[in-house]
């Protein structure tokens, strides 16, 4: 699927719906759980809070803000009209001069303060965010290379951070050195989620403790290239492994594959997360496949579109060629603590495709 | 300044008691609660892409999601934090409050929150603009009828704008990372855009920067773009911007490096050293900027650069009265940028601080 076939899509929904206009908004804090409608209907990833108005019949406008970044959006889509703003609202007040039904994507999570000028804007608004989302579940062709790029980045990442992981090294440095380090690469963002300690209760922001040999490092490295993140969960221990731990980290890395196996076409995701489930379940550990120990055992991957949502039993989005999405049982067990392995597939025809080329294994690192 | 804003906020941000004791956020407090008598509590929302306040008043920056924090005049403290109760401990180290709980139970928390408030009190909303719209409806419902909420965002832009000898101190030190920032950057110039750029970067990481951000110029400092993919060609002039992290304050800067003399450039120092030489209490920021103008005849301004005279500390940008005169304590960032079809575009900046008796330099393009 091209963007142009996406964005008709988009508009056949808008039809559909009996609307004229979507306006689709985001505040420019890129945030992974986030979905930004901006990057789905113009490729345009923001500094400052943007909104996009696709007009039935497919005009698009951007308006952007800081003003002085409207020419990088003109240059990168000639194709569209670009406003220049130091306000989004203001920018977006121009655009509205003609009657006609509105629905609005992304409201809900712009600030409050933005959210209630816009409110006023077009008061008569209906949420029309599955419009934009929903027809953004399976990525484009320009994504999945993108995709493919991001996943390899991340286990260059990864390399990297067995050869710069050792006692005395802090969380913080670690994390700053990762995310340089993909930028380096060509990601421009990466959401690196990494701590350490003897036995991690979840995968947190780093912070100030240094490593300690008998650490167990979990990450999730998250590079993102030209605005598609993709993401890789890791554990390493610093020292040699025990042995209850090489065999509990098999049981989650045997969990994810039985994952990874359930994701067919045609299934709903919620199967993904039961065949995780009954590995862990089967070795007693059933108690620990809920909250607080576990919420989901997977994720879409944004910034766009983050459909097809969590890998968990409560989804029941049927699975298609071209999602994108995390598999990690990233599970909590009470001998080792929170572990962490997943890989981001790609759906295909035949089952989900993993986008890394080698998958999590424990890794150890030599004192 | 706008940023690409990162999707989680990386490096040191740990609560240092020596560095920004206990005193100084009860000081803080006392200050608040004196600015509005009637207020029993106030409601303190910060997340990634905004939270000085937040961090003003708790030394939490919040790198993941969301924070909340629930203050109260007899000097009880909670802090609502994103993620659920695991990862709390994370957070633990960021902030000078002990109470932590789930943001996820965010209405129900506030609520009963609000239920020890003294009878009769109101409530500040501190940044509660930037709070999610749907947040902020659960959030302001949880109150009930009988709790009065007012906005206290100004109050704490107000007090933010004085800083106090430990936050100057803290300026001061994301200036030298930015400086050394630069350094790298000058090094690197010849080796092409990306790789000055991400020198520039890494010497301000490894120098304990907890957040550093850069813009650059493929046009002579026209416009300025965020990293999108490595860029090989070296450019002359290359102009730069970039923004340091430390201990919670920022320092920011433009420079502009060439090896042949640039006509913008030269005006623009020269408008950016005139403009220096009369931060003083007492000066305005629209003098300042008529400085600048006056001081760069045949030039437009640069839309970048505009406003020319900006606060900066916990926030990168913090908004000044054009004609509110300087006061001692406050820390500017005073941009000149210049453009010309014809003899092209330069932006430079200074960080300086207000003294009693003038100015101190933190860290100058000049």
């Not at chain 2, 789930?102 to 020890?116: D, F, I, N, Y």
């Not at chain 2, 450019?235 to 042949?260: C, H, K, N, T």
Request: proline share 6%.
């Amino acid at each position: 699927m091209t963007f142009d076939e996406r964005l008709m899509e988009i508009n056949r929904r808008l039809g559909e719906r009996g609307l004229d206009r979507i306006v689709a908004l985001h505040d420019g804090a890129h945030f992974i759980e986030k979905p930004d409608p901006i990057l789905v209907l113009s490729g345009f990833k923001s500094l400052g809070p943007c909104a996009v108005v696709l007009e039935r019949g497919g005009r698009v406008t951007l308006v952007v803000t800081p003003a002085w970044d409207a020419a990088r959006a003109a240059q990168g889509r000639p194709d569209l009209h670009v406003i220049a703003a130091d306000d989004v609202v203001n920018g977006l007040a121009g655009v509205f001069d003609g009657p006609g039904a509105a629905g609005s994507v992304g409201l809900a999570a712009m600030p409050f303060g933005i959210a209630q000028r816009i409110a006023q804007l077009i008061p008569d608004a209906l949420p029309a965010d599955a419009i934009v989302f929903d027809a953004a579940r399976r990525k484009t062709d320009t994504e999945i290379a993108h995709a493919r790029e991001a996943a390899r980045i991340a286990e260059l990442g990864y390399r990297h951070l067995l050869d710069i992981a050792r006692p005395g090294v802090t969380e913080d440095e670690l994390a700053v050195e990762l995310r340089w380090h993909s930028k380096s690469l060509g990601a421009e963002d990466n959401f690196v989620l990494l701590c350490a300690g003897p036995h991690n209760k979840a995968v947190a922001p780093s912070h100030g403790r240094p490593l300690q040999a008998g650490d167990i490092i979990v990450v999730e490295l998250t590079p993102s290239y030209r605005g598609q993140l993709v993401q890789i969960c890791r554990t390493i221990t610093v020292g040699t492994a025990g042995d209850t731990l090489r065999r509990k980290y098999a049981l989650v890395v045997e969990a994810m594959h039985a994952g990874i196996a359930a994701a067919q076409p045609g299934r709903p995701m919620a199967d993904v997360c039961r065949a995780i489930n009954d590995v862990l379940e089967a070795q007693g550990y059933g108690e620990f496949c809920h909250p607080p120990h576990i919420r989901r055992r997977g994720h879409g991957l944004g910034f766009g579109s983050i459909e097809p949502g969590d890998v968990a039993l409560d989804n029941a989005t049927i699975l298609e060629p071209d999602m994108l999405f995390m598999i990690h049982p990233n599970q909590y067990l009470p001998e080792t603590g929170y572990l962490l392995c997943g890989e981001p597939v790609l759906m295909t025809a035949g089952g989900a495709v993993t986008l890394t080329a080698q998958t999590a294994t424990l890794a150890e690192i030599e004192l | 300044m706008q940023t690409m804003h990162p999707t989680l906020l990386i490096g040191p941000a740990d609560w240092d008691a020596q560095l920004m004791p206990l005193d100084e956020f009860r000081a803080r407090l006392d200050s608040l609660w004196r600015a509005n008598p009637q207020a029993g509590g106030a409601i303190v929302f910060g997340n990634a892409a905004d939270h000085a306040a937040l961090s003003y008043l708790t030394n939490f920056t919040p790198k993941l999601e969301a924070a909340i924090a629930l203050l109260s005049r007899d000097g009880a403290a909670q802090l609502l934090v994103g993620g659920g109760v695991n990862m709390i401990p994370a957070a633990k180290p960021l902030t000078w409050i002990g109470k932590l709980l789930p943001l996820r139970s965010a209405a129900k928390a506030v609520g009963e929150w609000s239920t020890g408030l003294p009878d009769g009190s109101g409530v500040m909303m501190i940044a509660g603009d930037a709070m999610p719209d749907a947040m902020h409806r659960d959030v302001v419902g949880a109150f009930g009828s009988t709790v009065a909420v007012d906005d206290g965002t100004a109050i704490v832009q107000a007090q933010m704008r004085r800083k106090s000898k430990r936050e100057r101190a803290a300026i001061g030190a994301a200036s030298v990372i930015l400086g050394e920032a630069v350094a790298g950057l000058r090094q690197a110039k010849d080796g092409g855009i990306t790789a000055a750029v991400l020198a520039a970067e890494h010497a301000a990481w490894r120098s304990g920067a907890q957040d550093v951000r850069s813009l650059f110029s493929l046009d002579g400092g026209r416009t300025l773009l965020p990293f999108d993919g490595p860029v090989e060609m070296a450019v002359d002039p290359l102009q730069i911007y970039l923004a340091v992290r430390q201990a919670g304050y920022w320092a920011e800067g433009f420079v502009m490096l060439s090896a042949q003399p640039q006509a913008p450039l030269i005006a623009a120092e020269a408008a950016l050293q005139a403009a220096l030489a009369q931060v003083a209490p007492g000066a305005t920021p629209a003098a300042l900027a008529q400085t600048l103008a006056t001081a760069t005849p045949g030039f437009s301004r640069h839309p970048v650069t505009t406003p020319s005279v900006i606060g900066i500390g916990l926030a990168l940008q913090q908004d000044v009265a054009a004609a509110e005169p300087l006061i001692a304590g406050e820390v500017l960032s005073l941009r000149v940028g210049v453009s010309d079809p014809q003899q092209g575009a330069a932006m430079v900046s200074a960080m300086v601080a207000v003294t009693e008796t003038g100015h101190d330099i933190f860290w100058s393009a000049v």
